[in-house]
């Protein structure tokens, strides 16, 4: 049973660019939340997927926004990137909302 | 709304000895309570999680927490630590809509002393 995986694990961005971050979920699973880890604190939530639909947004601006595939993949886009952007973006899945939650290793973003 | 309170930010302790992490939660409703382990360049793993029942609940390698709604806390314990212990904890509180959507505390760092 493969684990959630997520790419790239580093990745360097200016301040105003576009960055695409990408999980897979586990193997049966159907849902996708989506944390932000900023250094020295825990995971923020930012939002989550069902069944390709958005089902659940924290306190986080519209320039981030979220898509889930058909196989339940997901991908993170942030908009015109900003230094606070600059964090630890963890996905996590489960097999369905009231269960637990599985994480994947995360994508560390820094954003100069 | 609610909020989680991780006391300590930074908790040494000597291997072998007892450890006690703490945590306070701050919630108007029902809530679920887990406790997540973060090793170095990894990401979270469920250690143990109060749904309902008993309120005293137990982790596979010796970690246990107690539920105890009326000073809304989720305090951590092990009777004896390892060195493998030494790892960053964070307390999370869900607002009864299952085991999603979790509010994280600031995090524990656990330094086990050889």
């Given at each position: 049973e ?11 961005k200016t301040?105003?660019?576009q960055v695409?971050?990408r ?15 900023a ?22 601006p519209p320039r981030?926004?979220g898509?889930?595939?058909?196989n ?15 964090a630890?973006?963890?996905?996590a ?5 009231q ?14 | ?11 040494p302790v000597?291997?072998?000895a007892?450890v ?13 309570l887990f ?10 793993q ?5 749904l ?5 609940v ?7 927490a ?6 809304t ?8 630590v390892?060195i ?9 509180v869900?607002e ?5 959507n979790?509010f994280?505390?600031?995090g ?7």
């Amino acid at each position: 049973e493969t684990g959630v995986t997520q790419s790239p694990t580093h990745l360097i961005k200016t301040r105003g660019q576009q960055v695409t971050l990408r999980c897979s979920s586990q193997s049966g699973h159907n849902t996708v939340s989506w944390y932000q880890q900023a250094l020295g604190q825990g995971p923020q939530f930012i939002f989550q997927y069902y069944r390709e639909e958005e089902n659940g947004r924290g306190n986080f601006p519209p320039r981030f926004s979220g898509l889930q595939f058909p196989n339940y993949s997901s991908e993170l886009n942030v908009n015109a990137l900003e230094l606070d952007d600059s964090a630890l973006y963890l996905c996590a899945s489960s097999s369905d909302l009231q269960d637990e939650l599985f994480f994947g290793s995360g994508t560390q973003l820094s954003v100069l | 709304a609610q909020s989680v309170t991780q006391l300590d930010s930074q908790v040494p302790v000597f291997e072998e000895a007892p450890v006690e992490l703490r945590c306070n939660y701050s919630s108007s409703v029902s809530v679920y309570l887990f406790w997540y382990v973060q090793y170095p360049n990894q990401g979270l793993q469920l250690l143990l999680k109060y749904l309902s029942g008993s309120t005293l609940v137990e982790s596979i390698n010796g970690f246990e927490a107690e539920f105890n709604k009326s000073q809304t806390s989720f305090h951590l314990r092990k009777p004896s630590v390892h060195i493998s212990d030494t790892a960053e904890y964070f307390c999370a509180v869900s607002e009864g809509t299952g085991a999603n959507n979790l509010f994280f505390g600031t995090g524990t760092r656990l330094t086990v002393i050889p």
